[in-house]
């Protein structure tokens, strides 16, 4: 089908939308709608949809003139998190997580059930673990600090009295690589005694 939306058909998105902010709906519910009366991709309508209702807050008066009445929603206000906040939803879901709590699970706790609540704390874990490794290590370090229990996200191991199960083994191998070679036979020579 041709790209060309006339004024009819781009009337008709509109209307559709605006029906769907009386019915509660999102507007996505306009573009599907659109979609299968013009056999046009949902993705193809909401460009287009997004691209008008863009030139129609430019210039108003077009819109008013086409006799199209354009969706306008009051957007809450946006709440910043605060930085004990951030810190404090950081160590939940780490302890959470050491002691076998997924992160899906204490973010739903945490939020009481809202799924908006949910979601905006989601959101900021996910950021803070991808692009603020350092204020992570941080709450990691506090925890560490106070023998808590917590995963690490970045080695995806439980760290228990400071150090991870991981952090162990690199140890032992360590320390077995440091001793000569009678070194090493006396050790294992010891460790068969105490695992026998």
Known sequence: MENNWNIEQTKKLFGYAHEAAKLGKGLMWAFLKTSGESGRSVNSVRNYYYSQLKMFELVPKLAQDLGITLVTKERGQFELFKTEEICDLI???LIGKASGVSVRATIAHL?????????????KYRSMITHHKSRVNNVMNNLAQQNIPYFNPYSK???????????NYKKLTDYIASL????????????RKLFA
């Open 91 to 93: 160590e939940k879901i």
């Open 111 to 123: 939020s009481g059930g809202d799924q908006k609540q949910a979601l905006r704390l989601q959101n």
């Open 157 to 167: 191991t439980v760290v228990t009295d400071g150090a991870s199960q991981d952090d």
């Open 180 to 191: 000569d070679e009678s070194e090493v036979d006396n050790f294992f020579t010891l460790m």
